[in-house]
């Protein structure tokens, strides 16, 4: 590899002492293969972690390139310019235009996707201006020839003056000359792409000697984006503020000429270096294929049928490892039990297995979700369904992408939510992640079964048409039009940080890199696993204790009263039992909680006993059937029918049957709308890497399911 | 000349849009028709149509719709560009 020599010492003391481990940035346009060469360079050896004020994760990795030089890489999220269009990408100018950053690069790497090398190499000169030590990893050279793209690499080399290194990054070739390039000493390009205008030199200066820069496009960056830098203090923001104006500085026109500058010069630099022999476009596999796929009626059955699918395999496929895990925990617990006593044996079995059991049950789900989403994401075709859904979701003050998470939010809010990453537009995704919980998900299924069969008759009309069937799908409904009601009353209350563009690459169809869905499952699952499971286990423990204790000797009265009962009613051993559950819920701290709000849950037609319910369910909606069981003494192993026959047998205060419709029907709509999800709060707060969505959710679904509930139990009693 | 669009001064901003509201925009493109830029209205989103390579004097092709018209991908620089119809409306194009 040649690489330009130029003797000059500017930027290069941060090149001339090579350190054992080197830093260095990975960037490029969004499907110029950079998440590819990530991979190829780390495999699974990376970490996520975040950017301070973003939502987009900061990847970082290792690679080791010779046995005395290790690379901490870390990838930048994609961007087809240093100027950023939303917050996400600047992340990019707060690195590398801060060289008191931890990760300041020594070596820049820019992937660049060689069938389309006009647009991609505009990224590349404003990172060479910045003369930043620069590689090009030519990518996807193979793609490039089969399009009769050909590149003289040799010829692009020198017109650049950087090493260029051909790859396929999906088959890890050229990785290993990359390598090799990564542990040299690089200079900057000493010759910048773009020429500043000589008007703007006195600005630049005066800017260059403030901030003590040796670049003067890295000054004219200052001059464009000071009002977005983090690193700047407010009274250098507001020097800025006042040289730009003395000069009038007009930041748009600027900009402008120096893309069509930087185009112009790009052109220059291609003419010789690129040949293009291209069959016409329209023959292309991509347009064929899209043809089908985006037509207005096959393009959305496809769709349909591809959703079914995703919704089939999380729903019915997921079940069978989420059994096994249920089964899996059931079974360690009842081995401890058997084997050890005592209050700690119960904190760890019922609190805190149960709890890491409410975690992991989760794990196939997001495993399966994901797959299917990396799979949609890798061929392309995710570009698509945004491509089809953009017109009617955008309408709602959603994204073509919204469909994903909300169809997954039948399934489960948690890697639903999860989903909603792939919505690059921050406004979209936040009403995406805060309205996809509203979906019902498998876990109410529980809850509305155990009602349906308590409220509704099994009646059935036109002799197919089942009465409890339709309730059922009328509350899938409603969740749905909660859903996106809900969304559009968010586009009208929140500010866009943002505009919302759809200019984007129209990626063509590839096959999908096995190794890149692999790594993303891993990824999700670790996520949802170790950020997501620590609030899940704290508060499932938090609950247990409230279930598990009362105040003074509470317990013990509630024993001997339960064994008094017992003798006066001559109750059975297991009734005796469950009598003795029974009592001892109702006298521990989470009864008394149940009583404590029974005045605010009256009006809704629940009593306190319902309120234990609701406060047990808080982590997770199916514990209330197990509650109500054990609150009317009914027991663990009974099924929907002993639980009907129970609960119908159960009188108010006048002697009348306590579960009338009214407080049927108002309970379901109560756990259509409430949060009464942990996983899925701890969810959101990772993935909006705040607390304050979680509780702008909580608020809003829980007293939108108390305005309901009450509306329902009124109407109807 | 369309540097000037880019101004932030809104009067001639607005002064261009009447003048090329009679001109043909991308939105106005049937599909396979061909055609070459000549200047971009919005200026915020020129910046953005620019650096996606739709400078003006460029070569551009309607390739599809949406099913339900909107957005729309078109080629520009021999890559598909998808885009909205109120974004593809601020490309005017050379008579």
Same mark, same amino acid.
């Given at each position: 590899?040649t690489?330009?020599t130029?003797?000059e010492i500017?930027?290069?003391?941060?090149?001339?002492?090579?350190?054992?481990?080197?830093?260095i940035?990975l960037?490029?346009?969004?499907?110029?293969?950079?998440t590819?060469?990530f991979n190829?360079?780390?495999?699974?050896?990376?970490?996520?972690?975040?950017?301070?004020?973003v939502?987009v994760?900061?990847?970082t990795?290792?690679s080791?390139l010779t046995p005395a030089?290790?690379?901490e890489i870390?990838?930048?999220?994609?961007t087809y310019?240093?100027?950023?269009?939303?917050?996400d990408?600047?992340?990019?100018?707060?690195?590398l235009?801060?060289p008191?950053?931890k990760?300041?690069?020594?070596?820049?790497i820019?992937?660049?996707?060689?069938?389309n090398?006009?647009?991609?190499?505009?990224?590349?000169?404003?990172?060479?201006?910045?003369q930043?030590?620069?590689?090009?990893?030519l990518?996807?050279?193979?793609?490039?020839?089969?399009?009769?793209?050909k590149?003289?690499?040799?010829?692009?080399?020198?017109?650049?003056?950087?090493?260029?290194?051909p790859?396929n990054?999906?088959k890890?070739?050229?990785?290993a000359?990359?390598?090799i390039v990564?542990?040299?000493?690089?200079?900057?390009?000493?010759?910048p792409?773009?020429?500043?205008?000589?008007?703007?030199?006195?600005?630049?200066?005066?800017i260059?000697s403030?901030?003590s820069l040796?670049?003067d496009?890295?000054?004219l960056?200052?001059?464009h984006?000071?009002?977005?830098?983090k690193?700047?203090?407010e009274?250098?923001l507001a020097?800025?503020?006042e040289?730009?104006?003395?000069?009038?500085?007009k930041s748009?026109?600027?900009?402008?000429?120096?893309?069509i500058?930087?185009y112009t010069?790009?052109n220059?630099?291609?003419?010789?270096?690129?040949?293009?022999?291209?069959?016409?476009k329209?023959e292309k596999f991509?347009?064929?294929?899209?043809?089908?796929?985006?037509?207005?009626?096959?393009?959305?059955?496809?769709?349909?049928?591809?959703?079914?699918?995703?919704?089939?395999?999380?729903?019915?496929w997921?079940s069978y490892p989420m059994?096994?895990?249920?089964?899996?925990i059931?079974?360690?617990?009842?081995?401890?039990q058997e084997?050890?006593?005592g209050?700690?044996?119960?904190?760890l079995t019922?609190?805190?297995?149960?709890?890491?059991g409410?975690?992991?049950v989760?794990?196939?789900?997001i495993?399966?979700?994901?797959?299917?989403?990396?799979?949609l994401?890798?061929?392309?075709?995710?570009?698509?369904?945004?491509?089809?859904?953009?017109?009617i979701?955008?309408?709602?003050?959603l994204?073509?992408k919204?469909?994903?998470?909300l169809?997954?939010?039948?399934?489960?809010?948690?890697?639903?939510?999860m989903?909603?990453?792939t919505i690059e537009?921050w406004?979209?995704?936040?009403?995406?992640?805060?309205?996809?919980p509203?979906m019902?998900?498998s876990?109410?299924?529980?809850v509305?079964t155990v009602?349906?069969?308590?409220?509704v008759p099994?009646?059935?009309?036109?002799?197919?048409l089942n009465?409890?069937?339709l309730?059922?799908?009328?509350?899938?409904?409603i969740g749905?039009l909660?859903?996106?009601?809900?969304?559009?009353l968010?586009?009208?209350?929140?500010?866009?940080?943002?505009r919302?563009y759809?200019?984007?690459?129209?990626p063509?169809y590839?096959?999908?890199?096995?190794k890149?869905?692999?790594?993303?499952?891993?990824?999700?699952?670790?996520?949802?696993?170790?950020?997501a499971?620590?609030?899940?286990?704290?508060?499932?423990?938090?609950?247990?204790v409230?279930?598990?204790?009362?105040?003074?000797?509470?317990?013990?009265?509630?024993?001997q009263?339960?064994?008094?009962e017992?003798?006066?009613?001559?109750?059975?051993?297991?009734?005796?039992?469950n009598?003795?559950?029974?009592?001892?819920?109702?006298?521990?701290?989470?009864?008394?909680?149940?009583r404590?709000?029974?005045?605010?849950?009256r009006?809704l037609?629940?009593?306190?006993?319902?309120?234990i319910?609701?406060?047990?369910s808080?982590?997770?909606r199916?514990?209330f059937?197990?509650?109500?069981?054990?609150i009317?003494s009914?027991?663990?192993?009974?099924?929907?029918?002993?639980?009907?026959e129970k609960l119908?047998?159960?009188?108010d205060?006048n002697g009348?049957?306590f579960f009338?419709p009214?407080?049927g029907?108002?309970?379901?709509i109560?756990?259509?709308?409430?949060?009464?999800?942990?996983s899925?709060?701890?969810i959101v707060?990772?993935?909006?890497?705040s607390?304050?969505?979680?509780a702008?959710?909580l608020?809003?679904?829980?007293?939108?399911?108390?305005?309901?509930?009450?509306i329902?139990?009124?109407l109807?009693? | 000349?369309?540097?000037?669009s880019?101004?932030?001064e809104r009067?001639?901003v607005?002064?261009m849009a009447? @003048?090329?509201?009679? !001109?043909?925009s991308?939105? &106005?493109?049937?599909?396979g028709?061909?055609g070459?830029?000549?200047?971009?209205q919005?200026p915020?989103m020129?910046?953005?149509l620019l650096?996606m390579g739709?400078?003006?004097g460029?070569?551009i @092709?309607?390739?599809s !719709?949406?099913?339900?018209? &909107?957005p729309?991908?078109i080629?520009v620089n021999?890559?598909?560009?998808?885009?909205?119809?109120d974004?593809?409306e601020t490309?005017?194009l050379?008579?």
């Amino acid at each position: 590899m040649t690489v330009a020599t130029q003797p000059e010492i500017k930027p290069a003391e941060r090149t001339s002492a090579r350190p054992e481990e080197v830093k260095i940035a990975l960037i490029g346009n969004p499907n110029s293969g950079k998440t590819s060469l990530f991979n190829q360079l780390t495999g699974l050896n990376q970490k996520v972690g975040n950017f301070p004020g973003v939502t987009v994760d900061k990847k970082t990795g290792y690679s080791q390139l010779t046995p005395a030089i290790r690379a901490e890489i870390i990838d930048l999220p994609g961007t087809y310019s240093l100027y950023p269009k939303s917050l996400d990408e600047r992340v990019i100018t707060d690195l590398l235009y801060d060289p008191t950053s931890k990760h300041f690069p020594d070596l820049v790497i820019v992937t660049a996707d060689a069938s389309n090398l006009k647009r991609n190499l505009l990224l590349f000169t404003q990172l060479a201006d910045l003369q930043l030590p620069v590689v090009l990893a030519l990518n996807m050279v193979d793609v490039a020839e089969q399009e009769g793209v050909k590149i003289d690499v040799e010829l692009l080399q020198r017109e650049l003056g950087v090493p260029v290194i051909p790859m396929n990054a999906r088959k890890g070739v050229g990785v290993a000359a990359l390598k090799i390039v990564m542990t040299q000493q690089l200079n900057a390009v000493e010759r910048p792409f773009f020429t500043i205008p000589a008007d703007l030199q006195p600005l630049l200066q005066s800017i260059k000697s403030r901030f003590s820069l040796s670049n003067d496009y890295l000054a004219l960056q200052f001059a464009h984006q000071y009002k977005s830098l983090k690193f700047l203090k407010e009274e250098d923001l507001a020097w800025l503020g006042e040289q730009l104006e003395a000069a009038d500085f007009k930041s748009n026109a600027r900009q402008a000429d120096e893309t069509i500058a930087r185009y112009t010069r790009i052109n220059e630099l291609l003419l010789d270096a690129v040949r293009v022999e291209k069959a016409e476009k329209d023959e292309k596999f991509s347009n064929r294929l899209d043809q089908i796929l985006t037509h207005r009626v096959f393009g959305y059955l496809i769709f349909f049928a591809i959703l079914f699918l995703i919704f089939q395999a999380i729903f019915a496929w997921a079940s069978y490892p989420m059994d096994l895990i249920d089964g899996g925990i059931a079974a360690l617990n009842s081995l401890i039990q058997e084997n050890f006593s005592g209050p700690l044996v119960n904190l760890l079995t019922e609190g805190v297995i149960a709890g890491l059991g409410g975690v992991l049950v989760f794990v196939p789900q997001i495993a399966i979700l994901f797959a299917f989403i990396a799979i949609l994401e890798e061929t392309g075709y995710m570009a698509r369904v945004t491509f089809m859904m953009d017109k009617i979701m955008r309408k709602f003050g959603l994204n073509g992408k919204s469909v994903v998470p909300l169809i997954s939010g039948v399934a489960c809010a948690v890697p639903a939510v999860m989903s909603a990453r792939t919505i690059e537009n921050w406004k979209d995704r936040m009403i995406t992640i805060f309205v996809t919980p509203l979906m019902s998900c498998s876990a109410r299924i529980p809850v509305y079964t155990v009602l349906i069969a308590l409220v509704v008759p099994d009646k059935y009309y036109l002799g197919f048409l089942n009465l409890q069937g339709l309730v059922l799908m009328g509350l899938y409904l409603i969740g749905f039009l909660a859903a996106i009601f809900s969304a559009l009353l968010l586009k009208v209350i929140l500010k866009a940080r943002e505009r919302s563009y759809f200019i984007m690459e129209f990626p063509t169809y590839k096959m999908p890199r096995w190794k890149n869905v692999g790594i993303t499952i891993v990824e999700k699952v670790k996520a949802f696993v170790f950020e997501a499971g620590k609030v899940i286990v704290a508060i499932s423990v938090i609950l247990w204790v409230l279930a598990s204790y009362g105040p003074g000797d509470n317990f013990e009265q509630a024993e001997q009263r339960a064994l008094r009962e017992a003798k006066t009613e001559g109750l059975t051993e297991v009734q005796t039992e469950n009598r003795i559950a029974s009592h001892q819920l109702e006298s521990s701290y989470a009864g008394i909680v149940g009583r404590s709000i029974e005045p605010v849950i009256r009006p809704l037609g629940y009593d306190w006993k319902i309120g234990i319910a609701l406060l047990t369910s808080f982590a997770a909606r199916e514990v209330f059937v197990g509650t109500i069981s054990t609150i009317y003494s009914i027991g663990e192993e009974e099924n929907v029918t002993t639980i009907k026959e129970k609960l119908m047998a159960e009188k108010d205060a006048n002697g009348d049957p306590f579960f009338t419709p009214a407080r049927g029907f108002s309970l379901m709509i109560f756990y259509l709308f409430a949060m009464q999800c942990a996983s899925t709060l701890a969810i959101v707060r990772r993935e909006t890497k705040s607390w304050m969505w979680p509780a702008a959710q909580l608020v809003y679904m829980s007293g939108l399911a108390y305005v309901m509930a009450f509306i329902v139990f009124q109407l109807f009693s | 000349m369309f540097i000037n669009s880019l101004n932030k001064e809104r009067k001639q901003v607005q002064h261009m849009a009447e @003048k090329h509201e009679e !001109r043909k925009s991308v939105r &106005d493109m049937k599909i396979g028709e061909r055609g070459v830029i000549c200047c971009l209205q919005d200026p915020e989103m020129g910046l953005k149509l620019l650096e996606m390579g739709c400078i003006p004097g460029t070569e551009i @092709k309607m390739n599809s !719709r949406a099913p339900l018209g &909107d957005p729309i991908t078109i080629i520009v620089n021999n890559y598909t560009l998808s885009l909205r119809l109120d974004e593809a409306e601020t490309i005017l194009l050379k008579q």
